[in-house]
Protein backbone atom coordinates (compact mmCIF):
# COMPACT_ATOMS: atom_id res chain seq x y z
CA UNK A 1 0.00 0.00 0.00
CA UNK A 2 1.51 3.10 -1.40
CA UNK A 3 0.10 6.94 -1.88
CA UNK A 4 1.89 9.33 -4.52
CA UNK A 5 1.13 12.77 -4.85
CA UNK A 6 2.01 14.42 -7.59
CA UNK A 7 3.31 17.69 -7.33
CA UNK A 8 4.07 16.96 -3.30
CA UNK A 9 6.64 19.21 -3.14
CA UNK A 10 3.64 22.56 -3.96
CA UNK A 11 1.58 24.28 -2.58
CA UNK A 12 -1.25 21.38 -1.19
CA UNK A 13 0.91 18.81 -1.75
CA UNK A 14 3.29 19.75 0.81
CA UNK A 15 0.37 19.38 3.72
CA UNK A 16 -0.90 16.47 2.12
CA UNK A 17 2.54 14.35 2.73
CA UNK A 18 2.88 16.17 6.06
CA UNK A 19 -0.66 15.29 6.90
CA UNK A 20 -0.92 11.54 5.59
CA UNK A 21 2.86 10.54 7.15
CA UNK A 22 1.82 11.39 10.60
CA UNK A 23 -1.13 9.04 10.17
CA UNK A 24 1.42 6.31 9.45
CA UNK A 25 0.70 6.09 5.46
CA UNK A 26 3.13 5.46 3.23
CA UNK A 27 3.88 8.32 1.08
CA UNK A 28 6.07 8.90 -2.37
CA UNK A 29 6.48 12.64 -3.38
CA UNK A 30 6.43 12.72 -7.04
CA UNK A 31 7.53 15.95 -9.25
CA UNK A 32 9.76 16.77 -12.00
CA UNK A 33 12.60 18.14 -9.89
CA UNK A 34 15.17 15.52 -8.87
CA UNK A 35 15.66 17.70 -5.77
CA UNK A 36 12.73 17.73 -3.84
CA UNK A 37 10.89 13.92 -5.60
CA UNK A 38 11.31 10.96 -4.39
CA UNK A 39 9.75 9.70 -7.71
CA UNK A 40 10.62 11.82 -10.84
CA UNK A 41 8.12 12.11 -13.28
CA UNK A 42 6.96 13.70 -16.34
CA UNK A 43 2.93 13.72 -16.34
CA UNK A 44 3.31 14.17 -20.32
CA UNK A 45 5.73 11.26 -20.95
CA UNK A 46 3.48 7.98 -20.75
CA UNK A 47 6.80 5.78 -20.05
CA UNK A 48 7.66 8.26 -16.93
CA UNK A 49 4.33 8.08 -15.84
CA UNK A 50 4.40 4.13 -16.15
CA UNK A 51 7.60 3.78 -14.17
CA UNK A 52 6.19 6.29 -11.51
CA UNK A 53 3.27 4.39 -10.74
CA UNK A 54 4.64 0.88 -10.13
CA UNK A 55 3.60 -0.37 -6.95
CA UNK A 56 1.05 2.77 -6.05
CA UNK A 57 -2.13 2.04 -4.84
CA UNK A 58 -3.69 5.43 -5.45
CA UNK A 59 -2.43 8.74 -6.66
CA UNK A 60 -3.50 12.36 -5.88
CA UNK A 61 -3.05 15.03 -8.92
CA UNK A 62 -1.86 18.26 -6.49
CA UNK A 63 0.11 19.41 -9.38
CA UNK A 64 -2.80 21.57 -10.81
CA UNK A 65 -2.46 19.75 -14.58
CA UNK A 66 -5.87 18.57 -15.67
CA UNK A 67 -4.49 15.53 -18.45
CA UNK A 68 -7.19 13.23 -18.61
CA UNK A 69 -4.69 10.74 -19.45
CA UNK A 70 -3.37 10.40 -16.24
CA UNK A 71 -6.37 9.21 -14.56
CA UNK A 72 -7.25 6.93 -17.67
CA UNK A 73 -3.69 5.59 -16.76
CA UNK A 74 -4.22 5.01 -13.20
CA UNK A 75 -7.29 3.14 -13.62
CA UNK A 76 -6.07 0.77 -16.06
CA UNK A 77 -3.76 -0.47 -13.29
CA UNK A 78 -6.91 -0.04 -10.54
CA UNK A 79 -5.24 2.41 -8.64
CA UNK A 80 -7.42 5.10 -7.29
CA UNK A 81 -6.92 8.68 -8.61
CA UNK A 82 -7.65 11.26 -6.01
CA UNK A 83 -8.31 14.83 -7.87
CA UNK A 84 -8.00 18.07 -6.18
CA UNK A 85 -9.44 20.57 -9.49
CA UNK A 86 -12.53 22.54 -9.48
CA UNK A 87 -12.82 23.16 -13.65
CA UNK A 88 -16.18 21.58 -14.69
CA UNK A 89 -15.39 20.76 -17.90
CA UNK A 90 -12.05 18.57 -16.15
CA UNK A 91 -14.04 16.85 -13.59
CA UNK A 92 -17.32 15.99 -16.08
CA UNK A 93 -14.63 14.01 -18.15
CA UNK A 94 -13.49 12.56 -14.82
CA UNK A 95 -16.79 11.26 -14.33
CA UNK A 96 -16.50 8.72 -17.41
CA UNK A 97 -13.50 6.93 -16.67
CA UNK A 98 -13.87 3.43 -16.24
CA UNK A 99 -11.84 2.88 -12.72
CA UNK A 100 -11.57 4.27 -9.32
CA UNK A 101 -11.56 7.71 -8.91
CA UNK A 102 -12.29 10.54 -6.19
CA UNK A 103 -13.97 13.65 -7.99
CA UNK A 104 -14.40 16.85 -6.32
CA UNK A 105 -11.68 16.84 -3.17
CA UNK A 106 -10.43 19.79 -1.51
CA UNK A 107 -12.00 23.42 -0.42
CA UNK A 108 -14.50 24.04 -3.38
CA UNK A 109 -15.61 21.57 -4.22
CA UNK A 110 -15.18 19.26 -1.65
CA UNK A 111 -15.96 21.07 2.10
CA UNK A 112 -18.43 22.73 0.19
CA UNK A 113 -20.29 20.21 -1.67
CA UNK A 114 -20.86 18.37 1.92
CA UNK A 115 -22.00 21.29 3.11
CA UNK A 116 -24.30 21.66 0.32
CA UNK A 117 -25.48 18.37 0.82
CA UNK A 118 -26.24 19.44 4.80
CA UNK A 119 -28.40 22.14 3.82
CA UNK A 120 -30.28 19.91 1.22
CA UNK A 121 -30.98 17.61 3.68
CA UNK A 122 -32.66 19.88 5.96
CA UNK A 123 -34.43 21.54 3.18
CA UNK A 124 -35.18 19.68 0.17
CA UNK A 125 -34.91 22.82 -2.43
CA UNK A 126 -32.46 24.68 -3.87
CA UNK A 127 -28.68 25.18 -2.51
CA UNK A 128 -26.39 28.41 -2.66
CA UNK A 129 -22.92 27.81 -1.95
CA UNK A 130 -20.70 30.59 -1.64
CA UNK A 131 -16.83 30.24 -1.29
CA UNK A 132 -14.29 33.06 0.46
CA UNK A 133 -10.52 32.80 -0.11
CA UNK A 134 -8.49 34.89 1.35
CA UNK A 135 -6.61 37.16 -1.29
CA UNK A 136 -3.83 37.52 1.12
CA UNK A 137 -2.62 33.78 0.95
CA UNK A 138 0.31 32.67 -0.66
CA UNK A 139 -1.48 30.52 -3.30
CA UNK A 140 -0.01 28.43 -6.01
CA UNK A 141 0.46 29.33 -9.51
CA UNK A 142 -2.50 26.95 -10.69
CA UNK A 143 -5.03 28.21 -8.19
CA UNK A 144 -4.14 31.82 -9.48
CA UNK A 145 -4.12 30.78 -13.01
CA UNK A 146 -7.56 28.92 -12.22
CA UNK A 147 -9.22 31.94 -11.33
CA UNK A 148 -7.94 34.11 -14.01
CA UNK A 149 -9.11 31.34 -16.71
CA UNK A 150 -12.52 31.99 -15.63
CA UNK A 151 -12.46 35.57 -16.56
CA UNK A 152 -15.05 35.91 -19.59
CA UNK A 153 -16.15 32.45 -19.75
CA UNK A 154 -19.80 31.69 -19.15
CA UNK A 155 -21.25 28.19 -17.68
CA UNK A 156 -24.71 27.23 -17.96
CA UNK A 157 -26.91 27.50 -14.69
CA UNK A 158 -29.62 25.54 -13.34
CA UNK A 159 -32.50 27.65 -15.55
CA UNK A 160 -30.59 26.77 -18.77
CA UNK A 161 -29.52 30.06 -19.37
CA UNK A 162 -25.94 31.12 -19.38
CA UNK A 163 -24.05 33.03 -16.96
CA UNK A 164 -20.80 35.24 -17.12
CA UNK A 165 -18.10 34.30 -14.57
CA UNK A 166 -18.12 36.98 -11.58
CA UNK A 167 -21.22 38.53 -11.93
CA UNK A 168 -24.41 38.45 -10.39
CA UNK A 169 -24.25 39.66 -7.22
CA UNK A 170 -25.10 37.38 -4.14
CA UNK A 171 -24.99 38.77 0.12
CA UNK A 172 -24.93 35.89 2.18
CA UNK A 173 -24.72 35.57 5.86
CA UNK A 174 -21.38 35.28 7.41
CA UNK A 175 -20.63 33.89 10.78
CA UNK A 176 -19.40 36.32 13.31
CA UNK A 177 -16.11 35.14 13.83
CA UNK A 178 -15.28 34.33 10.19
CA UNK A 179 -13.37 38.07 9.84
CA UNK A 180 -14.91 39.10 6.41
CA UNK A 181 -16.69 42.59 6.11
CA UNK A 182 -20.06 42.15 4.39
CA UNK A 183 -20.36 42.53 0.79
CA UNK A 184 -21.89 40.71 -2.26
CA UNK A 185 -20.27 37.21 -3.64
CA UNK A 186 -20.72 36.78 -7.29
CA UNK A 187 -21.18 33.40 -9.47
CA UNK A 188 -18.30 31.21 -10.67
CA UNK A 189 -18.36 27.64 -11.83
CA UNK A 190 -17.41 25.33 -9.52
CA UNK A 191 -17.76 21.42 -10.85
CA UNK A 192 -19.76 20.67 -7.93
CA UNK A 193 -22.76 23.19 -8.74
CA UNK A 194 -23.46 21.10 -11.82
CA UNK A 195 -22.95 17.53 -9.95
CA UNK A 196 -25.51 18.69 -7.46
CA UNK A 197 -27.95 20.18 -9.96
CA UNK A 198 -28.33 16.68 -11.61
CA UNK A 199 -28.86 14.98 -8.88
CA UNK A 200 -29.90 16.43 -6.14
CA UNK A 201 -32.91 17.39 -8.80
CA UNK A 202 -32.61 20.89 -7.42
CA UNK A 203 -30.83 24.49 -8.45
CA UNK A 204 -27.64 24.63 -6.57
CA UNK A 205 -25.54 27.61 -7.62
CA UNK A 206 -21.69 28.56 -6.29
CA UNK A 207 -20.60 32.02 -5.48
CA UNK A 208 -17.19 33.33 -4.99
CA UNK A 209 -15.46 36.47 -3.18
CA UNK A 210 -12.55 37.04 -1.53
CA UNK A 211 -11.67 38.88 1.57
CA UNK A 212 -11.09 42.03 -0.21
CA UNK A 213 -13.90 43.70 -1.73
CA UNK A 214 -11.10 45.66 -4.12
CA UNK A 215 -10.73 42.18 -5.40
CA UNK A 216 -13.61 40.90 -5.43
CA UNK A 217 -14.31 43.91 -7.80
CA UNK A 218 -11.52 43.63 -9.75
CA UNK A 219 -12.57 40.15 -10.76
CA UNK A 220 -15.76 41.79 -11.66
CA UNK A 221 -14.48 44.05 -13.66
CA UNK A 222 -12.07 41.83 -15.42
CA UNK A 223 -14.42 39.50 -16.00
CA UNK A 224 -16.13 42.56 -18.89
CA UNK A 225 -12.62 42.48 -20.50
CA UNK A 226 -10.70 39.15 -20.25
CA UNK A 227 -7.87 40.87 -22.86
CA UNK A 228 -7.04 43.12 -19.49
CA UNK A 229 -5.82 39.80 -17.76
CA UNK A 230 -2.57 40.25 -18.16
CA UNK A 231 -3.04 43.53 -16.51
CA UNK A 232 -3.92 41.67 -13.10
CA UNK A 233 -1.89 41.11 -10.23
CA UNK A 234 -0.06 37.71 -9.22
CA UNK A 235 -1.40 38.27 -6.15
CA UNK A 236 -4.44 40.18 -5.35
CA UNK A 237 -4.63 42.42 -2.83
CA UNK A 238 -5.61 41.64 0.25
CA UNK A 239 -3.78 40.68 3.78
CA UNK A 240 -5.42 37.69 5.27
CA UNK A 241 -5.30 34.15 4.45
CA UNK A 242 -9.50 33.16 6.36
CA UNK A 243 -11.77 31.44 4.06
CA UNK A 244 -14.97 31.21 4.68
CA UNK A 245 -17.24 28.41 2.86
CA UNK A 246 -21.14 28.33 3.26
CA UNK A 247 -24.52 26.80 1.93
CA UNK A 248 -27.89 28.20 2.08
CA UNK A 249 -31.05 26.34 1.83
CA UNK A 250 -34.14 28.09 0.21
CA UNK A 251 -35.50 28.14 3.56
CA UNK A 252 -32.73 30.53 4.58
CA UNK A 253 -30.84 27.33 6.89
CA UNK A 254 -27.13 28.08 6.72
CA UNK A 255 -24.58 25.37 7.27
CA UNK A 256 -21.05 26.83 6.96
CA UNK A 257 -16.85 26.57 7.96
CA UNK A 258 -14.00 28.73 8.64
CA UNK A 259 -10.64 28.47 8.79
CA UNK A 260 -6.96 29.77 8.09
CA UNK A 261 -4.77 28.54 5.05
CA UNK A 262 -6.97 27.59 1.79
CA UNK A 263 -4.09 24.64 0.86
CA UNK A 264 -3.90 23.24 4.42
CA UNK A 265 -8.38 23.11 4.26
CA UNK A 266 -7.79 21.60 0.89
CA UNK A 267 -5.01 19.09 1.96
CA UNK A 268 -6.68 17.83 5.64
CA UNK A 269 -10.09 16.95 3.00
CA UNK A 270 -8.03 15.28 0.37
CA UNK A 271 -5.99 13.59 3.67
CA UNK A 272 -9.26 12.75 5.30
CA UNK A 273 -10.36 10.99 1.63
CA UNK A 274 -7.12 9.00 1.37
CA UNK A 275 -7.87 7.42 4.75
CA UNK A 276 -11.05 6.37 3.81
CA UNK A 277 -9.96 4.80 0.75
CA UNK A 278 -7.62 2.76 1.80
CA UNK A 279 -10.16 1.41 4.26
CA UNK A 280 -12.93 0.97 2.12
CA UNK A 281 -11.80 0.75 -1.90
CA UNK A 282 -13.77 2.05 -4.55
CA UNK A 283 -14.32 0.49 -8.23
CA UNK A 284 -15.36 3.17 -10.43
CA UNK A 285 -15.53 7.25 -10.05
CA UNK A 286 -16.90 8.71 -6.99
CA UNK A 287 -18.02 12.35 -5.75
CA UNK A 288 -16.94 12.78 -2.01
CA UNK A 289 -20.18 13.18 -1.12
CA UNK A 290 -20.64 10.42 -2.26
CA UNK A 291 -18.13 8.58 0.35
CA UNK A 292 -18.08 11.06 3.06
CA UNK A 293 -20.54 13.00 5.07
CA UNK A 294 -20.33 16.43 6.62
CA UNK A 295 -20.12 14.94 9.87
CA UNK A 296 -16.80 13.11 8.81
CA UNK A 297 -15.28 15.89 8.26
CA UNK A 298 -16.75 17.65 11.30
CA UNK A 299 -15.25 15.18 14.01
CA UNK A 300 -12.36 14.21 12.32
CA UNK A 301 -8.75 15.29 14.53
CA UNK A 302 -7.12 16.32 11.14
CA UNK A 303 -9.72 19.15 10.14
CA UNK A 304 -9.67 20.40 14.07
CA UNK A 305 -8.83 23.71 13.01
CA UNK A 306 -11.83 23.81 11.04
CA UNK A 307 -14.91 25.66 12.49
CA UNK A 308 -18.48 24.62 11.68
CA UNK A 309 -21.49 26.20 12.90
CA UNK A 310 -25.09 26.07 11.52
CA UNK A 311 -27.36 28.36 12.01
Not at 109 to 114: D, F, I
Amino acid sequence: MAVLVLGGYGTVGTHLVRLLRAEGIPVQVAGRDPARAERVVDIGDSASVDAALTGITLVVNCVGAEDIRLARSCAERGITFVDISATSDYVRSLEDIDGPAVLGVGLAPGLTTLLAVDAFEHHRGPVDIMIGLGSGEAHGPAATAWTYRLLGQRFPDADGTRIRNFTGRQRFPLPEDAGYRPFPAVRADFADQHRLTRELGVPVRTYLRLDSRLATLGLAALTWAPALQSLAPAHMPGSSDRWVAVARSADGYTTSAIGRGQSSATAVVAAITVRTLLRTPITAPTWIHQLLALDSIRHDPLAADIRFSRS
